[in-house]
């Protein structure tokens, strides 16, 4: 590390290009990383933040939510298997909203769910609605941000039902919009078009029973419980409209930019180290180990690579600072550490090429070029 250290002090300008070069790319590295994870919370965060670990769809939905169509008396069988308290029904539409005390019209996806049940959302802000309320709704807080505020009056365009703001609820949001909670009555007045109020002389499908159960239960069911399949909550996100097709194209962007920083710094420093031939020649002359000089380049590689990565993560703190909320970014400790590793990881990789260099240099072939 000592010979590391003394030769970035005597070549400044040349490391510090070096350096600047791998900030850039490990800051965007870490910005489309954070943007990615935003968008995919924007699009799954209502569905992730559910206390269930599976759902049950209709057996020819292939795994898609709003494609299902489900019943009571499916409710009522998978109940039996897990209790009445570990099954919930979700039924799920989406639509567009307008509020009359604010110049705002919105797509939202409404959820239907019981309101003493599993997936009874929790309030931020505002009342709680129970499953008697008539025209009372939850609403996630991104609609907040349009000018909706508690107790306003907002219209769904499909039917002309108002409701009333109740509440508001925290980072619930499926394929992109925000999250309208109902109880299980304003949605079965909503689907067969009567007057809040009036009694409803049958149910309507819902979409989707989530569940909390373990696996013993969950073969219980797909065994007991004709035309339905059972699916984990990671197998539910991933059939969300648009979420595979998004992630995929932005997780190819970071492999890419992975790849680039690898390849560009080990340019770099094959170059350099192809420019230091009759020193090192001359250390393996002088008896110095092979590992001895290994190390030097591999310590030159880990410490640009961790200083620019610490500088590029307070930038990326900095930036998301002053990005607007309705940009949707998220940098988790545990992405942040994974993505760190992985930039570190693969910019020792790229040093590797030099280190090859180094080992087939021949001292005495290189002292004879630098004696002539």
Not at 121 to 134: L, R, S, Y
Not at 147 to 159: F, H, N, P, Y
Not at 264 to 274: E, G, K, P, Q, S
Request: net charge negative; aromatic share 8%.
């Amino acid at each position: 590390m000592f010979l590391a250290l003394r030769e970035m002090r005597h070549s400044k300008a040349r490391y510090l290009l070096i350096m600047v070069i791998m900030l850039l790319v490990s800051f965007l590295v870490l910005f489309v990383t954070g943007l990615a994870r935003g968008l995919a919370y924007a699009n799954i965060s209502a569905v992730e933040n559910m206390p269930a670990n599976y759902f049950v769809v209709q057996g020819d939905a292939d795994q898609a939510f709003r494609r299902s169509q489900l019943t009571d008396t499916e409710l009522q069988n998978v109940r039996a298997v897990v209790g009445d308290n570990n099954a919930s029904s979700l039924a799920m539409q989406m639509s567009t909203v307008t509020a009359n005390d604010a110049d705002v019209k919105a797509d939202i996806t409404f959820f239907a769910v019981d309101m003493n049940g599993l997936l009874a959302p929790k309030v931020a802000e505002g009342d709680k609605i129970t499953n008697e309320t008539n025209g009372k709704v939850l609403v996630d807080r991104d609609l907040e941000q349009s000018g909706i505020k508690l107790g306003s009056i907002i219209c769904d365009q499909a039917t002309g039902m108002e409701f009333t703001v109740a509440g508001f609820v925290e980072d619930s949001s499926y394929s992109h919009t925000p999250v309208v909670y109902i109880n299980n009555q304003d949605w079965q007045a909503m689907k067969q078009g009567v007057n809040q109020g009036e009694e409803t002389s049958s149910s309507v499908p819902f979409n989707v029973i989530a569940l909390n159960a373990n696996a013993d239960q969950v073969d219980k069911i797909s065994t007991n419980v004709k035309d339905v399949e059972v699916i984990t909550q990671k197998v539910a996100i991933s059939n969300i409209p648009g979420y595979s097709a998004e992630q995929g194209s932005l997780l190819m962007m970071i492999v890419f930019l992975f790849v680039i920083a690898a390849f560009v710094l080990a340019v770099f420093f094959y170059v350099i180290t192809i420019q230091k031939t009759s020193q090192f020649g001359i250390l393996k002359a002088m008896g110095t180990k092979m590992s001895y000089l290994a190390w030097s380049v591999v310590g030159q590689v880990m410490i640009l690579a961790i200083s620019s990565l610490c500088i590029s993560l307070l930038l990326t703190f900095g930036m998301n600072k002053v990005l607007p909320d309705s940009m949707p970014f998220q940098l988790e400790p545990s992405t942040i550490l994974l993505t760190s590793c992985l930039f570190v990881g693969m910019s020792l990789l790229g040093s590797l090429i030099s280190v090859a260099k180094v080992a087939k240099v021949d001292a005495l072939e290189a002292i004879g070029r630098a004696g002539a």
